[in-house]
């Protein structure tokens, strides 16, 4: 059973062109002028791109005394509605439980997943047997990517010795470190001091999470992924401090990439002082939100390159659970959701108001994505022989940002009356058609783990200069005699 997509015009990275596309077996087979297939999609009007890869999500997530609600299915199912076909999720290690245990239990949750997903692994603690597992993971398992969370002290949190073994380790096998930065330490000082003066409510949260805390940490994990020898990847990136960091890494040449969040690039701080508790609290992530200055500075990273991918950092809580903040900000679950919405959100302020191209929508969603996780070109692209994740992108579509009819299984949306144009008319995963002209037809279980290989191009350059960098003892003649 072979389907083409006809009359549409494709849009990659780095191309744009009519021509329709032929899928066979969950691949994409043939790329030409009228195409012939079992079944016919209508892509009149349309572009015809690679489907979006969500690099950061956190589906049933154990967090803060509760789990996040939306789990592989919903997530998912969410993902492929807005037009995202792949999602990169999380597996977090309690402390002192080896990493396979803990992605045995993201093995489990992932079986309903209505799209192909991967893992990065989370190093939440350090000893002899992170280090051991850390080779099975990357060489057994097909994960080249470990989190570092230098934020959430007493919990996820890292410290600096801990951060430069395992950036040394990830170096010697390939793989990439990414981090959460921000100064746990002075986050956790700075809380203290707001609630003991009184300060308990959700604005206070982003009173204690000022950039300075992310610039700080941004910088600090580059100098000691450099010293390591390691990229470096640096998730939600919100502010000017932490691009400025990232932006002169990248101009010194070192290999950091930075990951915006559709939240950070189109909601601002201005939500934490809403009057309604609600309101306010169901917007409480980390980093939080930032003022427009920081919000112009993350487009500009898009536009220029220094800003490599924009994710959601999905991880949606329902009002009930962020209640259990009520009285202190600091019990409030960190996180929001934005799985549905990445795809139209970037595009209606992204490319139609001119501050990024198509191609480079398609570059920021989906394709450096793949590459900087190293699954291009079977993601990410609308090349031959890829699989056939794609979305059949409507400009013209418009609709405005509502709960009520969501695919995300909690009570709000933090984009709610946001009003959208650019949807998709059609989201395939493999070839199957998941959303049909804005019904959902999703299969939960269609969903496969996607292994992912070390040693990428980027982990290669780095482990050949550092070969040839490395500290060497001097050869020397003529060397005086001991106690002469
Ligand atoms: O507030 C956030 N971002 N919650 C999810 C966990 C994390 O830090 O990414
Ligand atoms: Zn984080
Ligand atoms: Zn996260
Ligand atoms: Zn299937």
């Known amino acids: ?77 969410a993902g492929l509605a807005g037009g995202t076909t792949m999602v990169v999720d999380f ?59 230098l934020a959430y002290k007493g919990a996820l949190m890292v410290n600096d010795d801990e951060l430069f073994h395992s950036f040394t380790r990830c170096a010697d ?8 930065a921000e100064n746990g330490d002075v986050v956790a000082e700075l809380s203290a001091r707001l609630l003991a003066d009184g300060n308990n409510g959700p604005e206070a949260h982003a009173y204690s999470r000022p950039p300075q805390v992310e610039g700080e940490a941004t910088n600090r994990a580059i100098m000691i992924a450099d010293m390591a020898g390691a990229p470096l990847y640096v998730v939600h990136t919100s502010c000017e401090d932490s691009h400025e960091a990232i932006r002169r890494a ?100 992204g490319v139609n108001t001119g501050r990024i191209t198509m191609n480079e929508f398609v570059a920021v969603t989906s394709t450096n994505v793949a590459k900087i996780m190293n699954c291009y070109p079977q993601k990410g692209a609308v090349l031959v022989g890829a699989d056939a994740d794609l979305v059949v992108w409507d400009p013209e579509k418009e609709k405005t940002i509502a709960a009520e009819g969501q695919q995300s ?27 049909h002209d804005g019904e959902i037809r999703c299969e939960e279980g269609h969903g496969k783990f996607v292994a992912r290989e070390p040693n990428a191009t980027v982990n290669r350059a780095l482990t050949q200069w550092k070969d040839l960098t490395q500290p060497r003892p001097v050869e020397r003649s003529g060397i005086p005699a001991t106690g002469v």
């Open 409 to 435: 299984s909690i009570d709000y949306n933090v984009f709610e009356g946001k009003h959208v144009k650019g949807l998709p008319r059609f989201t395939l995963t493999r070839g199957q058609v998941a959303v």
């Open 91 to 149: 597996a977090l290690p309690n402390q002192g439980e080896s990493l396979l245990d803990a992605l045995k239990r993201w093995d489990n949750k992932s079986t309903r997943a209505n799209c192909d997903y991967s893992f990065h692994m989370a190093v939440t603690w350090w000893g002899e047997q992170v280090w051991d597992d850390m080779d099975e993971v990357v060489n057994k398992r097909g994960i080249n990517t470990f989190k570092h969370f």
């Open 250 to 349: 990248r101009m010194q040449g070192k290999r950091v990439w930075g990951e915006p969040l559709i939240q950070h690039l189109t909601l601002d701080e201005s939500e934490y002082f809403n009057k309604d508790w609600d309101h306010a609290a169901r917007r409480v992530m980390s980093p939080p939100f930032r003022n427009k200055q920081h919000q112009d500075s993350l487009w500009a990273g898009l536009s220029s390159g220094s800003l490599s991918v924009v994710a959601t950092d999905h991880c949606a809580f329902t009002t009930e659970q962020k209640r259990s903040g009520v009285g202190d900000f600091t019990k409030i679950p960190n996180g929001t959701g934005g799985l549905e919405d990445r795809m139209p959100m970037l595009w209606t302020h």
């Open 1 to 77: 059973m072979s389907t083409v997509i006809k009359n549409g015009t494709i849009v990659t990275a780095d191309l744009t062109y009519k021509s329709d596309v032929l899928i066979e077996g969950g691949k994409i087979v043939q790329i030409g002028e009228n195409l012939k297939g079992d079944k016919e999609l209508d892509a009149t009007g349309c572009y015809v791109m690679p489907g979006g890869i969500d690099p950061h999500t956190h589906l049933e997530m154990p967090f803060m005394g509760t789990y996040s609600s939306d789990d592989f299915e919903s997530g998912t199912r």
């Open 173 to 180: 096998l390939g793989a990439t470190p990414m981090v959460h």
